[in-house]
């Protein structure tokens, strides 16, 4: 099989010159779960070459409604490693590095290869979200987009992309910007923020009371419910967002 043939579609879209530019990329992903997974299918199914993984998390039963790498064999297993097996299961040549870490300030961005062009923050805690995103502020050089919480949410047309500042429906993505302006001095009022972002317009739902009531000790009810075609549209819209950057930056430096 020719790697020519397998992207021949991405060739045609961006033309030579940006599809090359996808191709060398390298992109971290840091989460890898029921947005993460996602991002990171769409990425190497778009030929970037190179991906760095990075999440401390194994596969669960209760993942399996949402995340892409959960299936009956991989529960488990790393994230991680789960992820890579499925990339090179169609794209063996790509180079993926794994890193069964949470992301924390006593190893960012030491963690990161010094390679890398592009971030995508698919994780949910806020501090390190913050972290991600002080960082990202400080390193226009990095492509980098912070993914909202997909959790109570059912209309994946809601899902939409925008600067932090424009952030709507999203409490996770709104605490991240109050700690910016509050401890990373991030512009206040209408002015951007200079972070993209990938949320929902719509409302969060709580979850169903029927299902608290049947609780079985797992993790399926605990938190908010969860549906695929939102989670799965977060972490395209994600991966997207960062193909179609990297390609406006390159014919910018051009």
Same mark, same amino acid.
Not at 23 to 42: L, T
Not at 72 to 101: L, T
Not at 104 to 129: F, G, H, R
Not at 211 to 219: E, R, V
């Given at each position: 099989?020719?790697?020519?043939?397998?992207?021949?579609?991405?060739?045609?879209?961006?033309?030579s010159?940006?599809?090359?530019?996808?191709?060398?990329a390298?992109?971290?992903?840091?989460? *890898?779960?029921? /947005?993460?997974?996602?991002?990171?299918?769409?990425?190497?199914?778009?030929?970037?070459?190179?991906?760095?993984?990075?999440?401390?998390?194994?596969?669960a039963?209760?993942?399996?409604n949402?995340?892409?790498?959960?299936? #009956?064999?991989?529960?488990?297993?790393?994230?991680? /490693?789960?992820?890579?097996?499925?990339?090179?299961?169609?794209?063996? #040549?790509?180079?993926?590095?794994?890193?069964?870490?949470? /992301?924390?300030?006593?190893?960012?961005?030491?963690?990161?290869?010094?390679?890398?062009?592009?971030?995508?923050?698919?994780c949910?805690?806020?501090?390190?979200?913050?972290?991600?995103?002080?960082?990202?502020?400080?390193?226009?050089?990095?492509?980098? /987009?912070?993914?909202?919480?997909?959790?109570?949410?059912?209309?994946?047309?809601?899902?939409?992309?925008?600067?932090?500042?424009?952030?709507?429906?999203?409490?996770?993505?709104?605490? *991240?910007?109050?700690?910016?302006?509050?401890?990373?001095?991030?512009?206040?009022?209408?002015?951007?923020?200079?972070i993209?972002?990938?949320?929902?317009?719509?409302?969060?739902?709580?979850?169903?009371?029927?299902?608290?009531?049947?609780?079985?000790?797992?993790l399926?009810?605990?938190?908010?419910?969860?549906?695929?075609?939102?989670?799965?549209?977060?972490?395209?819209?994600?991966?997207?967002?960062?193909?179609?950057?990297?390609?406006?930056?390159?014919?910018?430096?051009?």
């Amino acid at each position: 099989m020719q790697v020519d043939r397998r992207f021949s579609g991405i060739d045609r879209l961006f033309g030579s010159a940006g599809a090359e530019c996808i191709k060398r990329a390298h992109v971290a992903v840091v989460g *890898v779960g029921g /947005v993460g997974s996602w991002a990171v299918e769409s990425l190497a199914r778009s030929g970037v070459a190179q991906l760095t993984l990075i999440d401390f998390d194994q596969v669960a039963e209760s993942n399996i409604n949402r995340q892409l790498h959960a299936i #009956e064999s991989s529960i488990g297993q790393a994230k991680v /490693v789960a992820m890579r097996d499925r990339v090179h299961s169609f794209y063996p #040549e790509c180079q993926v590095h794994v890193f069964e870490h949470f /992301v924390e300030t006593n190893n960012w961005p030491m963690i990161l290869p010094p390679d890398v062009s592009a971030v995508i923050d698919a994780c949910d805690q806020i501090s390190a979200k913050v972290m991600l995103a002080a960082w990202a502020r400080q390193n226009s050089a990095c492509t980098f /987009v912070s993914v909202g919480a997909a959790g109570g949410k059912r209309h994946a047309h809601f899902v939409n992309i925008a600067d932090l500042a424009d952030v709507t429906h999203d409490p996770l993505l709104a605490k *991240v910007r109050y700690q910016l302006r509050k401890e990373h001095a991030a512009p206040r009022e209408a002015k951007k923020m200079s972070i993209t972002c990938v949320y929902s317009r719509e409302n969060v739902m709580q979850p169903d009371a029927s299902c608290a009531s049947q609780n079985d000790g797992s993790l399926n009810c605990h938190g908010f419910g969860s549906l695929v075609s939102v989670t799965a549209t977060f972490g395209h819209c994600a991966a997207g967002t960062i193909l179609n950057q990297l390609v406006l930056r390159q014919t910018k430096i051009r």
